[in-house]
């Protein structure tokens, strides 16, 4: 049984009631459904906790997609936990926020940098793309003022789906060389930022880009001839970012 996705349309949910429908080898459970982001297209899995019935408290250390479109979540290996039993899901939530809002952000660097993306990695503190820039060069800067901009203009961040078939009619869509996007049910997830962005991902997302608040160009670095990675982190007094009401 496949587990039912609840990050993708509940992204700011912290809480929430599973059944545990598998057992695995070295701690891993698999849940119906799940809170937990499985780690994937360059953002970390999350971690959180399992609260049982009688009041335990069981770490999750990591999150992983499993076969058959299974979650599986990685606790201590001795968690006692039995198939059928309830557990509630919680979150370590100012870690996932932080991932929601630098994920968003590396969308509006891929706007600022309109080239082919060849490798991303998303974290707390920091975010980085990868781009196949050729001749281009791009000043830190001048990056750093237009993703600003386009932040404090609080474009809103939606998702929808469409069918595999109309994203092959539109291969520009996929600005990622390096990942392929999800693909397996007949459909694909489209992530829309206001009139600016739009491509497949999977990925969990602020709801406006207001609530990323403000960020930096740290480097630019070569990475091969035509390679250039440009990382990302949070400006000035912006560890936290604007919580959601
Ligand atoms: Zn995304």
């Not at 990591?62 to 979650?71: A, L, N, S, Y």
């Not at 791009?138 to 069918?163: C, G, M």
């Not at 930022?193 to 403000?214: K, L, N």
């Amino acid at each position: 049984m496949s587990t039912a996705l609840l990050f993708r349309e509940l992204p700011t949910a912290r809480e929430s009631l599973a059944t545990v429908t598998a057992i695995g080898d070295d701690g891993v459970v698999v849940t119906d459904a799940t809170l937990f982001y499985p780690h994937g297209g360059g953002q970390p899995g999350d971690r959180g906790a399992f609260i049982t019935a009688d009041g335990r408290t069981l770490a999750v250390n990591d999150t992983r997609k499993g076969e058959g479109g299974q979650v599986c979540h990685l606790l201590d290996p001795g968690h006692g936990l039995e198939v059928g039993q309830s557990v509630t899901q919680q979150l370590d939530w100012p870690r996932r926020w932080a991932h929601m809002r630098m994920h968003t952000a590396l969308h509006l660097l891929s706007v600022v940098v309109p080239h082919g993306v060849t490798g991303g990695s998303i974290g707390a503190d920091r975010g980085r793309l990868d781009f196949d820039l050729g001749d281009a060069s791009f000043d830190k800067d001048e990056l750093t003022e237009r993703l600003n901009a386009l932040i404090a203009a609080d474009h809103p961040v939606t998702s929808e789906w469409i069918s595999e078939a109309e994203l092959d009619a539109h291969p520009e869509l996929v600005k990622t060389m390096s990942v392929a996007p999800p693909r397996g049910a007949g459909e694909i997830r489209m992530v829309r930022i206001g009139d600016i962005d739009y491509q497949p991902c999977g990925g969990t997302h602020v709801a406006s880009t207001a609530e990323i608040g403000p960020v930096r160009v740290a480097s630019i670095k070569n990475r091969g001839a035509r390679n250039r990675r440009i990382t990302l982190v949070w400006g000035d007094d912006n560890a936290q970012g604007g919580e959601p009401s």
